[in-house]
């Protein structure tokens, strides 16, 4: 007998982390996590194992095949925009070729199970360029199907792997005399920047947020590498985790796509300066520009419409601007430490 779980690649990540912990206060689930590195006690303490290996690695991923009945996958790994700009032909091998062979696992387990296996991959923002700016500062919230030109690395791959999952799950096969259609359920959400309170993102472009806040608390001063009035969407990790459980509980008959919009919050660099100087007066934070990072987050749309999502499984999310602050930042992040 197989044991029944849910897999969750790139586990030790700031997404991973969130959501193992809410999985795990459910306590209804067996989760397996996957990641390079073995996870640290606070993931290891939630999930009932853990494999240590390469999503690359189709051995492994055999191995996972053979001796779990996987009901559900939550592919979050993968290299962020800004590391992938360094190395863009791995990150294509991660973000990519890491997908399908994920993908291809889910068909596997879907075809052993007689049922379809959920697949839940974290798109971007990323996949949306606008390279003009005065058109970027003149269009209003974008929603999922304009401006999909991405002008990175990053960008590139989770445009393509949002429709490489929706073949597999459409089209897979289609011409083979055995249909292998309907063995994936793929949904995905493209995310904003994330901010936690407990984890830190690396190798981003929106990090600047985070790691300001992160700063002040810790009392370390800060060089922001975006512009004061840089605008693009933000969202706390807690809303990233609901809209995500949300998304894949949702019955299917009530989706119109698979490939959903959200959105909480697009402060200006200089809003989050402000906000974090009203809670931590001596914060010492000052902005050099990276030009290059720039170009990146230039490129993003300032808003987001994410309509599709409200109306298909009542998608709201909890915080705004000062809210994220004041019930869930600030609170948790004087907690982490000690203040
Ligand atoms: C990044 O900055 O690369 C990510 C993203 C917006 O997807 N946080």
Redesign the pocket.
Known sequence: MRKPIILITGINGEIGHGLVEYLSHKGNYSIIGLDLKPPNSFIQKRVDDYVVGNILDKDLLERLNAEFEISAIFHLAAI???RAEFSPRIAHDVNVTGTINLLDLAIEQGQSLGRAVKFFFPS???VYGISNSNLRDNTGPVPEDQFRYPKTM?GCNKLYCENIGTYFARYYKRLSVESSTNLVDFRSIR????ISAHTM?S?????YAPEMIHAAARKNPYTCFVREDTVMPFMTMPDAIRAILLLVKAPESSLSRMVYNITSFSPTAGDFRNKILSYFSDAKITFEVNDKRQAIVDSWPREIDDTSAREDWNWKPIHNFNSAFEDYLIPEICKKYGL
């Open positions: 962020l925009s800004t971007s923002i990323a990053y995310l904003p920047g994330l993102p190798g981003g472009s929106s990090d």
